[in-house]
């Protein structure tokens, strides 16, 4: 199988990194050329357009930054995917090409994207991933896969070598739900890893002991646990925006206004997410919300030996 990944940023970059070492072909396009330099090393080709990408591979992953940069990008593949240009990707599998959406984007966005790619005779895939960047640079991150069975199973070990734990959750639309829950559990987990630290602080607790004994304890969580330690660093590099954030949340509001729900945390999660937005602005690491505490408080919660960078 011939893959195309579009989009070489913070995640896009990790996948396509280890789709070439596994020994796929892999064709590469990013608005950055120079992005693509370490794939070019690992035997990656470079295209200079989408429509480039689509005319040399069977699948094409996109890993971008919001729907509309999904949907300008599927609009340019279109003519280089249609069946009348080229043969089945394996015979009896239908759709000439398949898409697989691996950026996080809404259900409803999910949905009227496939529309579009079905009507072109193209078959789509939805496969958000969670768990960090430093996940995606080992091949372990978690993939949400969502779409048709036999399309997942054809790209299954492409899916195996990009991540540690593949879930296929259903049909299209469904990855979305779980991928933008996740990230909203995610951004209180990491409201309430900020508190418990400064909590410990102002009672004269050692923080690297205070760390590692709510590690060990009840009160731990995945974000305790990884972006806890840029807290204790003070980089709270985390390589996800304010921005990042914030349009996820958004995702999430989006949802429980859908589905009638009620979120209170959700709704103050969201509020303190703005108002460090405003602070340091939407390019900002998404972990200095815990800065807003700091700053309240006069105090700094840092400990030595912790990393500037999760590896």
Not at 68 to 91: G, I, K, N, Q, Y
Not at 182 to 200: D, K, R, V, W, Y
Not at 202 to 210: F, R, S, Y
Request: proline share 5%; with cysteine; net charge negative.
């Amino acid at each position: 199988m011939r893959y195309g990944v579009i989009g070489l940023g913070s995640l896009g970059g990790h996948l396509a990194a280890s789709l070439a070492k596994a020994g796929f072909e892999v064709w590469v396009n990013d608005l950055d050329r120079a992005l693509a330099d370490r794939h070019l090393a690992l035997g990656a080709h470079w295209a200079d357009s989408p429509a480039a990408i689509a005319a040399n591979t069977d699948a094409v992953i996109t890993c971008l930054p919001s729907p509309t940069a999904s949907e300008a990008v599927l609009d340019a593949m279109l003519p280089a995917m249609r069946p009348a240009v080229r043969p089945p990707v394996r015979p009896g599998t239908g759709p000439a090409m398949h898409w697989i959406e691996m950026s996080t984007v809404s259900r409803a966005d999910v949905l009227r994207l496939a529309e579009k790619a079905a009507a072109a005779e193209i078959g789509m895939l939805e496969a958000p991933v969670t768990g960090g960047v430093h996940l995606a640079a080992r091949g372990e991150i978690t993939v949400l896969v969502g779409g048709d069975q036999a399309v997942f199973e054809t790209h299954r070990p492409a899916f195996d070598v990009m991540g540690g734990r593949i879930f296929h959750l259903g049909p299209l639309g469904q990855a979305s739900v779980v991928k933008v829950i996740t990230n909203m559990m995610a951004f209180i987990h990491l409201q309430s890893c900020a508190e418990g630290l400064m909590l410990a602080a102002k009672g004269g607790i050692d923080l690297a002991t205070a760390w590692q004994a709510i590690a060990a304890s009840s009160g731990n969580s995945f974000v305790h646990e990884t972006e806890g330690q840029l807290i204790l660093n003070g980089s709270y590099d985390i390589a996800f925006t304010m921005d990042l954030a914030l349009k996820d949340l958004g995702f999430a509001s989006g949802f429980a206004r859908e589905f009638g729900l009620d979120l209170p945390l959700l709704e103050r999660t969201s509020t303190i997410f703005e108002d460090a937005k405003a602070r340091y602005g939407g390019q900002a690491q998404s972990p200095m919300i815990a800065r807003l505490q700091e700053e309240a408080a006069g105090l700094d919660l840092r400990a030595p030996g912790f990393p500037g960078r999760l590896e």
